[in-house]
């Protein structure tokens, strides 16, 4: 690979990245400022998604920061931001409804969040180590150590590969459970899954990124190409 080809493939890299966030960033604050027909807050339209569902074990809290919003399978917690948690937005909706999507996997033990929960593990010491692994061995010309790292690379890109599937399935189900249980109007239904488009960009966006990694890292070690 040329210098000037792979400042553009670094370019690219980091661009992705940051138009996804960005594209994120601006569809949540254009639509966190339209409130839905409901003028439900997210933590009451997470519980209830939650109650139709039958998940009453399931609990909701505030959280810190910005768009942090997540589910938590290991304590049952579906955790809003502040915005989103006391919100009437479209957005908070949204996003409200997506986290209870992943409650409900969870309780259907759908397969490809159970996949993902079992590759966390390596995929997590993957992320942390390849790098230093593939480096050292580029460093010591030790090709079984270059090896090693895109292995364990490999586990880090599955992992967010699995990733996708569960994300749009989560937004999915977020849909359905927002029409079905009178949150949103039928009319409101483009806007609402504008919010959940863009979200799911930021994993794309990941997925993308490190395919386009693993990619170079096999080709180095299979052509030599430091």
């Known amino acids: ?5 792979y400042l553009i493939y670094i370019a690219l890299l980091m661009i992705i990245p940051i138009w996804a966030q960005s594209k994120v960033k601006s569809t949540y604050k254009k639509y966190a400022k339209i409130a839905t027909s409901s003028y439900m807050t ?24 910005t768009l942090s919003d997540h589910y938590d399978p290991r304590k049952k917690v579906v955790r809003l931001s502040s ?3 006391h919100g009437h937005s479209m957005a908070a909706a949204a996003i409200a409804a997506h986290e209870v999507g992943h409650a409900i996997q969870d309780a259907e033990a759908y397969a490809f969040l159970r996949f993902r929960h079992s590759l966390f ?3 997590s010491f993957g992320d942390k180590t390849s790098f230093i692994l593939i480096i050292a061995g580029v460093i010591l010309q030790a090709t079984n150590l270059i090896l090693i790292g895109v292995i364990f690379m490999a586990f880090a890109v599955l992992f967010q590969l699995v990733t996708l599937p569960v994300e749009f399935n989560a937004s999915s189900r977020a849909m359905t459970q927002l029409v079905s249980s009178g949150v949103i109007r039928n009319n409101e239904e483009r806007q609402t899954k504008k919010v959940l488009n863009a979200a799911a960009l930021t994993y794309v966006a990941a997925a993308m990124v490190a395919v386009a990694e693993l990619i170079r890292f096999v080709l180095m070690f299979v052509l030599g190409d430091e």
Do not use: C, H
């Open 1 to 5: 690979m040329g210098l000037g080809s």
């Open 42 to 65: 997210g933590a009451q339209v997470a519980r209830k998604i939650l109650d139709d569902n039958g998940l009453y074990n399931v609990t909701i809290e505030e959280t810190r920061g």
């Open 83 to 85: 915005d989103n948690f």
């Open 121 to 123: 593990p390596i995929a």
